[in-house]
């Protein structure tokens, strides 16, 4: 049963530190999205890929966040640097384009900014 | 802008009666609609889904309606049991382009 892997599942850090984030997504799925989990927006969208090319990262705070695909098997989410109001739970998601197909999530990474 | 709203944060009901979340959404382009299950310290899973072109899918004890007029679906579980207990997301879709999130309505079921 093939899953998107996240790692680390849980990161503490003190603020001003860099935090990287990565997701292997499932084989073959196309398309790779991060999400940020938050008690009031529910699962906010921060940014997506599709064949690897980066489509929309407007839900990024562009001066300390970052995302990437280096290869087709990973994608990292960086915070630099981060800041208490961070902390929250980011989810990455893996798909296919082409017809109605659902995203598979990870299991996340908490992230736990002092 | 949330583009995809769920205006009820919890639900409660009882073991064996029907289930009803609901979800609105403001974006008319939306073509593909679909409900996610989250258990704690896990990534939601996927349930149900729907295209704009249907107005109901079922899937055993999963219905999803949709109302395109009112830009309004909804989930119904019947009947529920205690493993249905989640927080359940609504999400969106255009085009096969970025999915939008709901808040979540988090659905106890009591035994």
């Known amino acids: 049963d093939a899953r998107v892997t996240q790692t680390p599942r849980h990161k503490v850090t003190e603020m001003g530190q860099e935090v990287t984030m990565r997701c292997q997504p499932i084989l073959g799925h196309n398309t790779v999205f991060w999400y940020r989990q938050t008690m009031m927006q529910g699962l906010e969208l921060l940014a997506y890929?599709?064949?690897?090319?980066?489509?929309?990262d407007s839900g990024m705070p562009k001066d300390r966040f970052s995302a990437e695909m280096p290869d087709a098997t990973l994608a990292t989410l960086k915070i630099q640097p981060s800041e208490p109001r961070d902390s929250a739970v980011y989810f990455c998601?893996?798909?296919?384009?082409?017809?109605?197909?659902?995203?598979?999530f990870g299991n996340g990474t908490r992230l736990t900014v002092t | 802008d949330q583009q995809v709203k769920q205006n009820s944060p919890s639900l409660s009901v009882q073991e064996g009666r029907i289930s009803i979340l609901n979800c609105d959404y403001t974006?008319?382009?939306?073509?593909?609609f679909l409900w996610y299950k989250k258990y704690p310290a896990e990534g939601p899973t996927f349930l149900i889904s729907?295209?704009?072109?249907?107005d109901k899918n079922e899937d055993g004890r999963f219905t999803v309606f949709l109302n395109k007029s009112a830009k309004h679906l909804s989930l119904h579980i019947v009947p529920s049991q205690p493993g249905d207990s989640a927080v359940y997301f609504c999400a969106a879709r255009v085009n096969n382009n970025d999915m939008r999130f709901g808040a979540g309505t988090r659905l106890t079921v009591k035994p």
């Open positions: 890929f599709r064949n690897r090319a980066p489509l929309d």
């Open positions: 974006n008319s382009m939306f073509d593909y």
């Open positions: 729907i295209s704009s072109i249907k």
């Open positions: 998601a893996s798909g296919r384009t082409g017809g109605n197909s659902p995203l598979h």
